[in-house]
């Protein structure tokens, strides 16, 4: 066998691997009730402690193509689940409640950052995670400001930590507030990050507050597309800035500023929208999505250590907390101001 063959060869195991993982950790979630831990968290977290005990050179190009390039068509295939007719009439809903806490983690965040001394990718994966939609968030824009796959897991790990505590929480608060089905369901879809956690939490409180918590959720993922857009755009300035500090001056490329997923991820959404993809379609294209996000955080886990997590130290953790009961605190408040309550 040629050189080139074997490396090929090395390559594709490398990537079985991670799609191998991603299939026990799809399997894994189903057999456990409640949705509350998502295939994502688990993939993650097992490819980190594989990565402990087995982590050899010539799986590196494998790890690195799974993490970027299929991480990309997962979110490329996801809007393929969303419905511009849903965003529209939810959206004016819910409108006023996503501003706020939009504004409170991005905001917010900025200001939190400093106290913690996080990097300000790491702060911004982690307010992305907790103000879109957790994990699916935290996977668009990680690509566009070229995060390292150890913040990216770091940024997991945070608003996993927050959702475990909220699937319990929310509905016990929820009840002891008097909320109606309306008012629970814009509280948990607004600032329970991610989308197992927000029906989870949902229809622990009723049917009805599970089923508009999760339309609401669905609303709030399209708000990746202008977020991923504007850190494309810082990213790119950022570069631009370095370059010139370098001596290497380069005008700022707008199609570099706008990466080609998200526009594969908005032409997808308009097709479903429209009726163009049957209901069928669309689901299979959703439930691949999640299998290649899956596929992706496997290969993230397995390019990370525990080692990395402690070198982070709390700080990454005790900083999403923080934001994430920011969060929670101001879409209660925009639910109360809207006279829901």
């Given at each position: 066998?040629?050189?080139?063959?074997?490396?090929?060869?090395?390559?594709?195991?490398?990537?079985?691997?991670?799609?191998?993982?991603?299939?026990?950790?799809?399997?894994?979630?189903?057999?456990?009730?409640?949705?509350?831990?998502?295939?994502?968290?688990?993939?993650?977290?097992?490819?980190?402690?594989?990565?402990?005990?087995?982590?050899?050179?010539?799986?590196?190009?494998?790890?690195?193509?799974?993490?970027?390039?299929?991480?990309?068509?997962a979110?490329?295939?996801?809007?393929?689940?969303?419905?511009?007719?849903?965003?529209m009439?939810?959206?004016?809903?819910?409108?006023?409640?996503?501003?706020?806490?939009?504004?409170?983690?991005?905001?917010?965040?900025?200001?939190?950052?400093?106290?913690?001394?996080?990097?300000?990718?790491?702060?911004?994966?982690?307010s992305?995670?907790?103000?879109?939609c957790?994990?699916?968030?935290i996977?668009?824009?990680?690509?566009?400001?070229?995060?390292?796959?150890?913040?990216?897991?770091?940024?997991?790990?945070?608003?996993?930590?927050?959702?475990?505590l909220?699937?319990?929480?929310?509905?016990?608060?929820?009840?002891?507030?008097?909320?109606?089905?309306i008012?629970?369901g814009?509280?948990?879809?607004?600032?329970?990050?991610?989308?197992?956690?927000?029906?989870?939490?949902?229809?622990?409180?009723?049917?009805?507050?599970g089923?508009?918590?999760?339309?609401?959720?669905?609303?709030?993922?399209?708000?990746?597309?202008?977020?991923?857009?504007?850190f494309?755009?810082?990213?790119?300035r950022?570069?631009?800035?370095?370059?010139?500090a370098?001596?290497?001056?380069?005008?700022?490329?707008?199609?570099?500023?706008?990466?080609?997923?998200?526009?594969?991820?908005l032409?997808?959404?308009?097709?479903?929208?429209?009726?163009?993809?049957?209901?069928?379609?669309?689901?299979?294209?959703?439930?691949?999505?999640?299998?290649?996000?899956?596929?992706?955080?496997?290969a993230?886990?397995?390019?990370?250590?525990?080692?990395?997590?402690?070198?982070?130290?709390?700080?990454?953790?005790?900083?999403?907390?923080?934001?994430?009961?920011?969060?929670?605190?101001?879409?209660?408040?925009?639910?109360?101001?809207?006279?829901?309550?």
């Amino acid at each position: 066998m040629s050189p080139k063959a074997k490396e090929r060869l090395l390559f594709v195991c490398g990537v079985a691997i991670c799609f191998a993982l991603a299939g026990v950790s799809v399997f894994l979630e189903d057999l456990i009730p409640g949705g509350v831990l998502g295939a994502s968290i688990i993939a993650l977290f097992a490819g980190t402690v594989i990565n402990s005990f087995f982590h050899p050179a010539w799986m590196k190009p494998a790890l690195k193509f799974t993490s970027k390039r299929v991480l990309k068509a997962a979110i490329v295939l996801l809007g393929a689940s969303l419905s511009v007719n849903t965003i529209m009439s939810v959206g004016k809903m819910t409108f006023f409640v996503m501003v706020f806490t939009f504004a409170m983690c991005f905001g917010g965040g900025y200001l939190i950052r400093k106290l913690f001394k996080l990097n300000w990718k790491l702060s911004n994966l982690i307010s992305a995670g907790t103000g879109i939609c957790g994990g699916s968030a935290i996977a668009a824009i990680a690509p566009v400001i070229d995060a390292d796959d150890k913040d990216i897991a770091f940024a997991l790990s945070s608003t996993f930590l927050f959702d475990m505590l909220m699937i319990a929480l929310y509905p016990l608060m929820g009840k002891a507030l008097g909320m109606s089905d309306i008012a629970y369901g814009i509280w948990a879809g607004t600032s329970v990050n991610d989308t197992a956690s927000v029906v989870a939490s949902g229809y622990a409180f009723s049917e009805a507050a599970g089923d508009f918590a999760t339309m609401v959720k669905l609303t709030r993922t399209i708000a990746i597309i202008p977020t991923v857009l504007v850190f494309a755009w810082i990213g790119t300035r950022i570069k631009q800035k370095e370059l010139k500090a370098s001596g290497e001056g380069k005008k700022v490329n707008l199609m570099k500023i706008i990466p080609w997923f998200i526009g594969g991820f908005l032409a997808l959404a308009v097709l479903n929208s429209t009726g163009v993809i049957p209901a069928a379609a669309s689901l299979i294209l959703k439930r691949t999505s999640k299998f290649l996000m899956v596929s992706a955080l496997a290969a993230i886990g397995l390019n990370t250590s525990l080692l990395d997590f402690k070198k982070a130290g709390l700080k990454p953790m005790f900083y999403g907390i923080t934001i994430d009961t920011l969060v929670t605190l101001t879409a209660l408040g925009g639910v109360w101001c809207m006279g829901l309550m």
